[in-house]
């Protein structure tokens, strides 16, 4: 994603507007957390600080009367309804082919009302051709726009993005790109520091291998969750329930990890392990640390979620290549 542009850029929205939008955030982001530590949820927070946001976006491109021709998407982990307490909203302005000068100001208006508000934004602006264009050249592109949901704007511009997004993928090719950039990806997360501070989102075993299972499935119109594929025959029920645990014991480390740091950090650091431990009701003991056992229970889950990837992507290979 772009970076955004300055907190300096033109501000169209009334300056009440942005205050009380930068407190709704904030006070419905407060709530949230607050609602977390009492009842922990991963799935329900994720689904929550997704639809508070989206709120906010909506009434800012609302109250600073975006142009009709334009549209904006929510792409990434916020395009798939997963927004971490402090990761970036990612989002993707779709532009005409015929761009006008007042419609990059408008822009810039709107993404730096959102920083002004609070809103840490990735930004992409580009026309169909342009997302075609860029899905074809970068399979990280191309996962991201698969991703995209709806927020504003031009609908049939929407709908063109959605085709045409949809009519260039070639799911064994995407399977084969996925695979490559996994282990690529594994290669660089597998020395001994990031084993002993390892990252819950990037680190094998983590959450993109298993965000990395769907996007294969749901690219080969396998299912898009643990339940479709275990519908499906793609794994057991038991998979299902046994991802699914996996799935939410990371979500949950890493929500508190976030919320611990008090900003986007996805590595169990060393001097957030401790903490950590303590939230989970874990206690040193003569033989262990609570940090130690913490560690442990993250090692087994990703142990979990590595031997239960090799075996859903190897099985995956004979249907999506059946030759």
Not at 107 to 123: A, C, M, Q, R
Request: aromatic share 6%; glycine share 6%; with cysteine.
């Amino acid at each position: 994603m772009n970076n955004p542009v300055a907190e300096s850029a033109l501000v169209a929205a009334p300056a009440d507007t942005v205050v009380q939008l930068k407190r709704t955030l904030a006070e419905g982001r407060a709530e949230l957390r607050a609602g977390f530590i009492q009842n922990p949820s991963p799935a329900q927070l994720l689904r929550s600080h997704t639809t508070l946001v989206d709120r906010v976006l909506k009434s800012v491109w609302t109250e600073i009367s975006m142009p009709a021709r334009l549209t904006l998407l929510a792409v990434g982990g916020y395009g798939r309804g997963q927004l971490f307490p402090y990761s970036d909203v990612d989002v993707l302005f779709l532009l005409p082919e015929d761009l006008e000068e007042s419609d990059k100001e408008k822009v810039s208006e709107l993404v730096g009302n959102l920083w002004d508000i609070g809103l840490e934004i990735g930004h992409s602006a580009r026309s169909v051709a342009q997302c075609v264009t860029e899905a074809t050249q970068d399979i990280t592109v191309e996962t991201n726009l698969l991703e995209a949901r709806y927020l504003a704007g031009d609908r049939a511009l929407a709908r063109d993005f959605f085709s045409s997004v949809h009519a260039i993928l070639d799911p064994k090719a995407f399977f084969e790109a996925k695979l490559v950039e996994q282990q690529q990806r594994h290669g660089r997360f597998n020395d001994t520091a990031d084993n002993l501070e390892p990252n819950l989102k990037e680190s094998p075993g983590g959450l993109r291998d298993l965000a990395n299972i769907i996007w294969i499935c749901g690219a080969n119109g396998l299912g898009r969750n643990w339940g479709e594929l275990a519908r499906r025959g793609i794994i057991t029920t038991e998979e299902a329930r046994h991802l699914a645990r996996n799935e939410r014991t990371l979500q949950d480390l890493r929500i508190r990890l976030h919320y611990q740091a008090n900003r986007r950090e996805d590595r169990l650091l060393f001097d957030m392990q401790t903490p950590l431990a303590q939230q989970f009701g874990l206690e040193d003991t003569a033989a262990k640390r609570a940090s130690e056992q913490l560690m442990q229970s993250y090692y087994r889950t990703a142990r979990g979620v590595t031997l239960m990837s090799e075996i859903i992507l190897s099985n995956l290979r004979t249907q999506v290549f059946p030759a």
